[in-house]
């Protein structure tokens, strides 16, 4: 991947596991120092440690930013089958996400402002509002 983010630094919180750790790594790929945070310091450390020996730059920082913690309720079948009929056909991944949020950090998205980018396999346009 080429040096997109190079010479910038990007915090990406909640990023030791999930979405976040995704974001972390992608952005770390693409030249950016990551400062990895989360509530886990065990994962905050593997997070890290992924990206040091994939020959990222990245440190960690212990921070909890939410007061309660909320569990995610949904099932597995309940998200397959609300993703059957999109056009992805399928749950959208952490690492969808994260190259998601590398375009926009990148330079390559120096022109959006105020849009909305949809990352969820298409679920968006196939539903009314």
Known sequence: MP?????RTALVTGSTSGIG?????????A??????????R???????GSIRAAGGRADFL?????????GNEASRAVLDALTATTPAGVVVRPEDIAQGVLFLTSDAARMM?????AIDGG???TRLS
């Open 113 to 117: 402002h105020g849009s909305i980018l």
């Open 123 to 125: 679920i968006s346009s």
């Open 3 to 7: 040096a997109l983010l190079e010479g």
């Open 31 to 40: 030249g950016a120092t990551v400062v990895v945070s989360g509530r886990d």
């Open 42 to 48: 065990t994962r905050g450390s593997e997070v890290v």
């Open 21 to 29: 750790a995704a974001i972390a790594r992608t952005l770390a790929a």
């Open 62 to 70: 212990h921070v909890d930013l939410a007061a309660e913690h909320a």
